[in-house]
């Protein structure tokens, strides 16, 4: 597939807008800050955790399906691989400061 780069820059809907009044309104597809704080902090665990998996699972079968002769390619193996590794290292450390912050406030006298 390949990409026009001008393309990138006519569409207008990823831009501001003026209104009659003047001001700017945001006509960005992405949710803004108010949006994204109602989006609890369980459900952004649950969707990083699933994240994780999903890219170690994607790693493992890139490498199966090189091993069967499929038509994986070599250097997106490695690259697979250390993607997942990192998640999986960010998500340790994520539960490692929360298992820490749990600590601390279990530690706060009352």
Not at 4 to 33: E, K, M, Q
Not at 36 to 43: G, K
């Amino acid at each position: 597939m390949a990409i026009d780069a001008l393309s990138l820059f006519n569409n207008t809907s990823i831009l501001p807008s003026l209104t009659t009044t003047g001001r700017v309104t945001n006509t960005y597809p992405y949710p803004t800050v108010a949006e994204e704080a109602q989006t609890p902090f369980a459900d952004l665990l649950t969707q990083a955790m699933g994240d994780t998996v999903s890219s170690d699972l994607d790693s493992k079968l890139l490498g199966i399906d090189l091993l069967l002769g499929g038509e994986a390619d070599l250097h997106s193996i490695p690259i697979a691989q250390q993607k997942a590794e990192m998640l999986l290292n960010l998500t340790v450390q994520i539960r490692n400061k929360m298992v820490e912050s749990y600590q601390e406030i279990m530690r706060m006298q009352v």
